[in-house]
C-alpha cells in the first residue's frame, strides 16, 4: 500500500494549458505539502495544508492553486503552464503541524515529472 | 530565515572508502534536523533524524550523523560506501517552535564506483 500517491507520474504539456495534479495519502496525516524539485535538485516547499487549511504559502505564482477537499487530499493545479514550471513536484505529508508532530519527518510521494513544450 | 548549506555538491568514491557530507544551517533557536536520500528516479526517503539527546544518531543502511551546536553542523557519515549507496543526498532543518516548515539543502550527489 502506497503511503503518498500521486497521479500522474509524469506530464507532458505545452505552454499556456492547465493541468493538475493529485496527491493521496492513507497515513492519516493532518499536514501535507507541495515542494518543486527543480533541474538543479534543489527543493522548495511552495505549499502546506494543516486540516484542510493554508498554513505555508510560499511566493509561488498565482497561476498556482493547491486545493484540499479533505485532509488526506491535496491536489496542485496549474494554470497557463510556462517552460519554467519545468519540474518534478514532490507532495509529502506529516502527522501534524504543531506540537508534538512537528517532531514527525515528512513522507513523501514519488513525484510528478512536468515537462512543459 | 533558516538556511541550509551542504559542503560539496558532487562527491565520487570508490567502493568501501569512508563518506562525510557536510551540512550546516543558520538558525540559531530550536531545530530539528534530518537527512533524505533520493535514489536515480525515487522519492526522497528519510536517513536519519535529530530532535534532542545524544548528538551522534544512526540511522538506516549504516549511516549517521553528528549534531554540533556551536559548529550549526549535521554532517553525515558512513565508514564504509557501497555502489548501492549512489544517490542524492539532502540535508534538512525544521524549525520545531513553529512547526513543520521544513527547509532543504541544495543536496549533495554521491557517486560510488564500483
Known amino acids: 500500500d502506497t503511503a503518498v500517491s500521486q497521479t500522474p507520474k509524469y506530464l507532458v504539456t505545452q505552454m499556456g494549458n492547465d493541468k493538475s495534479i493529485k496527491c493521496e495519502q492513507n497515513?492519516?496525516?493532518?499536514?501535507m505539502y507541495w515542494y518543486k524539485q527543480d533541474s538543479k535538485k534543489f527543493l522548495k516547499i511552495m505549499f502546506s495544508?494543516?486540516?484542510?487549511?493554508?498554513?505555508i504559502n510560499e511566493t509561488v505564482p498565482n497561476r498556482f492553486s493547491p486545493k484540499s477537499p479533505d485532509k488526506a487530499h491535496l491536489n496542485l493545479h496549474i494554470n497557463s503552464l510556462e517552460l519554467g514550471d519545468s519540474a518534478v513536484y514532490f507532495c509529502a505529508s506529516s502527522p501534524e503541524h504543531f506540537g508534538q508532530g512537528a517532531y514527525s519527518p515528512l513522507h513523501f510521494g514519488n513525484g510528478t515529472r512536468l515537462t512543459v513544450t | 530565515a533558516q538556511s541550509v548549506s551542504q559542503h560539496n555538491h558532487h562527491v565520487i568514491l570508490s567502493e568501501a572508502a569512508s563518506l562525510e557530507l557536510g551540512c550546516n544551517y543558520s538558525y540559531g533557536g530550536t531545530v530539528n534536523l534530518f537527512w533524505y536520500v533520493q535514489y536515480p528516479g525515487q522519492h526522497l526517503q528519510l536517513l536519519l533524524k535529530y530532535f534532542s539527546g545524544d548528538p551522534l544518531v544512526k540511522g538506516i543502511k549504516g549511516f549517521e550523523a553528528e549534531f554540533i551546536k556551536s559548529k550549526f553542523s549535521f554532517n553525515l557519515r558512513k565508514p564504509s560506501v557501497q555502489w548501492s549507496d549512489t544517490a542524492e543526498y539532502f540535508c534538512?532543518?525544521?524549525?520545531?517552535?513553529?512547526?513543520?516548515?521544513?527547509?532543504f539543502g541544495p543536496g549533495t550527489r554521491l557517486s560510488v564506483l564500483p
Open positions: 497515513l492519516g496525516h493532518d499536514t
Open positions: 495544508y494543516n486540516n484542510k487549511e493554508l498554513i
Open positions: 534538512a532543518v525544521n524549525d520545531g517552535n513553529y512547526g513543520q516548515n521544513f527547509v
